[in-house]
């Protein structure tokens, strides 16, 4: 498996020309690379089918099947039967659009502040933050729950959101991007011409990092939305996400693969359909648009 | 935290300078400072509310005796617990598999992603569809993964050994030896999270202003000089950050190992393939010796830091000497 | 994080079940869930409350009330209560959250599901925060129905409290490959086996046996595993891993030195196949044949089936015999939390889904055999065959089994010790380490545990 991805490793521009758009034009290697590179990326969830329409048995067989069945819709409406799936998907689209905006507005507020902004204690401030980056969290789940408790927040949704509503990753993240794509003349010229911090920040610095906002809130959006050992800890099956709602699947009588399968991959398409959203929003371009403006 | 500093991207290292939009200069920042507090203000108080609590509550329970089952009755051992860890082959064993699983996973993962990056940002047809199916790995459940992971490393029935058999080579036992598991648990690593670091990289490309290229190539600058000259310094603020994040990773790594032995955090019957971040998983939750498990957080902290800063150093002095 | 079924079982744990109730053929017709025996309930009648009340239960794993139609049975009683499940797979992810809850005294469910894995903490941690079954009128009043050791597990030392009302018990037998015993041209008849698997050095010859037969499917094996053994004949000892004051005693308990004997003799002999248990690769073994022999407590019959599916049927048979003796694996108990919302409609629940009627209904639909030994000896129990195990007698022979059960003193850490030698053990099986290596490993292992 990794064999095929290692063929793409040395960074090759097979028949490399500058086109009008101002890329480089893909030649047929540049396309069969990165086929193979997908296809190795989506087999586990093509996978996902297969195994979501077969039963234990089935998939124990010396010869497993390769190919999803018409059980599949049978397995899915089971899954909705046997689990609030429905209410899990409604409740992790509000808990992992408000953790990927709350993310995406504030990391790049601060990132943008870190980069680009004159203020004292600036470095001593990114470096706590990046260092807590490197505290492994999970021991912290227990007293974030006594305070949760406290709160009166655990078993809401807010317990979720709020400590992911922020995260290190982010601001040093767009803290590296804006460094470096944003150049210093364009938002100097901007004061020049008068303009106010927020209005720089809105009207420079937003249009130029939007692919690094869009690429921020792809990956903050998964994180949030395949969260499970917090999310398990403090909500529970009368108000879960989607992971918490699929626990249910596997209890009852003997769990069936098949019906578990099946119950992942109705949680995983709100994510397919979020990339897609999100996916044209990392195109080039952009910044002769933001050097000619 | 200095370690941070060097973020700052390099100038380019071309010619034509003028022309070109060119990332800010080292230590140079825009007027405006004061409002830099207000801007970072919301950041740090959701941040310390959330986040720092829990973590210097962790630093106040690694120094007692404590379990969850009798957590209102914790006893002080103050450097007890960082004692029976330094003293047990346990420990040892975890942090020498990190390190090794760590490299195995993360300098091929990373070199690949770039190379992705790279082809992903040519003109392509579909290039919505291919930037998304790249991130398809991440958003996979891990479970599913590893049931696809485990039947192709399975001792007898897999297609990794029957492909060696193919070929004439001898079958490997990727679950119970020591370098074949941790190949096989970095393969894991590898196939996740590639095509994250790819976006990142990707993200990075899309400010690199492709004049530059053109003017390289005026020039008289080859393919690869200019993937050397222009895209690598261009990327160098992105590629040490992913770096950093790996290096994190990596030394956080947890949920891989976990399921290639279905879900038991023992990392394997011999340990051959337990990480830190697993060890502190089995010590506070399977085992329920939160205080143990606690001190592990930290050490893997002060770990992290070195190697955080081991890796920064590296990259500056190799700036230096790339001048 | 994972949560599909091929991540591992806690090994003690899980009530798993069988599927349904179609391969429970009741000898003679079951009795109704009629609603005569916990008619006093705590409160204001019946069921606790007269209030329209939502009382949630927090369950893992394979309970089965709901899939046994007991929540519409309950509602029918009583109108005014809706019940809701509050569920987490795995019974360790399940415990943590319980320990957490209980740590803040927040969030609990009304009712809390209680394995054995954990019941020996409950009882000796938070006993002063469950619902104390010996004052609870009728709860105390059916004591003597259920099987006496059921309702010590469940309470202090002095048995002045007790924390949780039994559900079911795991009574062992020998689950077995017919068609793979007759091929290797040995006894497959149930009372043939019996005989000759009456103890464990019986049962390693029988496996020899297995072993060295020429007609044998190529590379199975006689047992799945040295663990499957260990995990039985350790609970066949006076002490298992605790002494009779419930703390850790692993270098001188007699049930882990007869079963480490026996497994390890088991696995240098070559005739366990060395698979995990709750693999992939173990789960495959139950329609691939890799094993012809295991150690089945009557939750693991719906486990086969689920693995093994509808070609199953018929290949698979249960002997009546136990080697070493009669012994039990797994079982639950359910508990109030004294900060429930709803503690009245909750203690009237519990003691329904306890009483005889339910637990014969959930060994009819789920087969859960029954800790009220009423239930047990209930025609519908004890006449049942099992048409997928070929027809066994199994209430019979697991009836007969649960009888005779000895019980070892239990502590707060089974699961983690059992954990650490039957990983031991694999590496005998599969590394050829040294059986005294592997255990002194065990013990280094189980020292992180007990600190």
Known sequence: MSAAVTAAAPPVRPHARHGSGGQLKAGWVTYAVIIIVTLVSVFPLYYTIVMASHTNAEMAAAHPPWRPTNSLWHNIHTALQMAPLNKGLINSLIVSGCITVGTVALCTLAGFAFAKLRFRGANLLLGICVGTMMVPMQMGIIPLYMLMAKLGLAGHLESVILPSLVTAFGVFFMRQYIASAVPDELIEAAYVDGARPLRVFFSIVVPAVRPAMAVLAMLTFLMAWNDFFWPIITLSSQNPTVQVSLQSLATGYAPQQSIIMAGTLYGTVPVLVVFGLLGRHIVGGIMQGAVKG | MAAVAPAEPAPVAGRRRSTAPRPAKRGRRLPGGRIGYVYVLPFFAVFAAFSVYPWLDTAWVSLHNVRLSTYNQSTWVGLGNYHELFSTHFFWNAFLNTLTIGII????????????????????????????????????????????????????????????????????????????????????????????????????????????????????????????HVTLPALRPTILFTIIISTIGAAQLFGEPLLYHNGKTDGGTMGQYQTLGLLMYQQGWTNDRLGLASATAWTMFLIIVCAVLINLFLVRRRERSGR | MGRISTRRRRTTAVLAAASAGVMLLAGCGGSGSSSNSADQGAGSGPCGTKANTTVTVGLFGTFGFKEAGLWDAYHKRCPNITIKEDDVEQSADYWTRLKTRLASGSGLDDVQGIEIGFVADVVKNHADQFVNWNKVPNASADKAE??????????????????????????????????????????????????????????????????????????????????????????????????????????????????????????????????????????????????????????????????????????????????????????????????????????????????????????????????????????????????????????????????????????????????????????????????????????????????
């Open chain 2, 105 to 228: 996973s993360t300098v091929p993962q990373l070199c690949m992603a770039l190379g992705i990056a790279h082809l992903l940002n040519h003109r392509l047809r579909g290039r919505t569809f291919f930037r998304v199916a790249i991130l398809m790995p991440y958003a996979t459940s891990l479970a599913a993964a590893t049931v696809i992971f485990l039947e192709l490393f399975d001792p007898h029935t897999g297609v990794v050994n029957w492909a060696l058999h193919l070929v004439h080579l001898p079958e490997v036992d990727w679950q119970g030896s020591k370098w074949p598991s941790q190949i096989a648990v970095s393969a894991i690593v590898t196939w996740r999270w590639t095509g994250y670091n790819a976006l990142i990289y990707l993200a990075g490309l899309q400010s690199v202003d492709t004049q530059l290229y053109d003017a390289a190539a005026i020039d008289g600058a080859g393919r690869w000089a200019q993937f050397r």
């Open chain 3, 146 to 451: 259920f099987f006496p050791w059921k309702w010590d597990l469940a309470s202090t030392s002095d048995g002045a409290t007790t924390v949780g009302l039994g559900t079911d018990i795991g009574p062992e037998a020998v689950c077995y490959r017919k068609d793979l015993l007759k091929k290797a041209g040995l006894p497959s008849d149930g009372a043939t086996l019996a005989k000759q698997w009456a103890t464990w050095d019986d049962y390693l010859a029988f496996g020899k046996k297995y072993e060295a037969s020429a007609t044998k499917q190529a590379g199975s094996k006689f047992v799945d595993s040295a663990a499957s053994i260990f995990s039985t004949a350790v609970y066949q000892g006076q002490e298992a891993y605790d002494n009779a004051s419930g703390d850790p005693d692993v270098s001188s308990s007699d049930g882990v030195k007869t079963a480490w004997k026996y497994s390890t003799e088991a696995a240098q002999d070559g005739i366990t196949a060395g698979l995990e248990q709750f693999s992939p690769t173990w789960n495959k073994a139950f329609s691939n044949g890799a094993f012809a022999t295991l150690a089945c407590p009557t939750w693991m019959m719906g486990y086969i089936q689920g693995q093994a599916g509808k070609a199953g049927s018929g290949k698979w048979a249960i002997a009546p015999v136990l080697p070493g003796g009669a012994t039990n694996w797994g079982g639950s108990w359910l508990g109030v939390p004294t900060k429930a919302a709803h503690k009245a409609a909750a203690i009237a629940l519990v003691e329904w889904l306890s009483a005889k009627e339910q637990q014969v209904t959930m060994w009819e639909k789920g087969g859960h055999f029954p800790s009220n030994s009423k239930a047990a000896a209930d025609p519908a129990v004890a006449n049942a065959k099992s048409a997928y195990f070929s027809n066994a007698p199994v209430g019979k022979i697991f009836g007969a089994i649960a009888d005779k059960m000895k019980i070892p003193p239990i502590g707060l850490y089974d699961t983690q010790i059992q954990q650490a030698l039957t990983t031991q053990l694999t590496n005998v099986e599969t590394k050829g380490t040294s059986p005294d290596k592997a255990f002194s490993d065990a013990l280094s292992a189980i020292k992180q545990v007990t600190g």
